[in-house]
């Protein structure tokens, strides 16, 4: 069984800036995309950044250039570093792990975290 556990997020200022992390637990040997996406009220969830295979970080249009994501291999931690935010940022954001192959050689998807809150106030 895989575990992700979100730290960060919050309530920052137009053009401000916040940290977002993920720790991936459960005897985890592989991950093949690791990411985040978010959903804000009305709207459907949708993709902001993933690691593929450790290697390649797709973004989404809206973030690129403005957010960056990166990952402790040892950990099996994510982190979002999100700068210049604006208020349509404002969303809750949850870490996703999928294509997880274990130690035991067991292979899980769909898995979410339980989603941290952004918020930014213009």
């Known amino acids: 069984q895989v575990q992700l556990v979100e730290s960060g997020g919050g309530l920052v200022q137009a053009g401000g800036s916040l940290r977002l992390s993920c720790a991936a637990s459960?005897?985890?040997?592989?991950?093949?995309?690791f990411g985040w996406f978010r959903q804000s009220s009305g709207k459907e969830r949708e993709s902001v950044a993933v690691?593929?295979?450790?290697?390649?970080?797709d973004y989404a249009a809206s973030v690129e250039g403005r957010f960056t994501i990166s990952r402790d291999r040892d950990t099996n931690t994510i982190h979002l570093q999100m700068d210049n935010l604006k208020p349509d940022d404002t969303a809750m954001y949850y870490c996703n792990a999928e294509g997880v192959v274990t130690t035991h050689g067991v292979i899980y998807n769909n898995n979410w975290g339980q989603g941290t809150q952004v918020t930014v106030s213009s």
């Open positions: 459960g005897s985890i040997f592989s991950i093949n995309r």
């Open positions: 690691l593929v295979r450790g290697t390649r970080a």
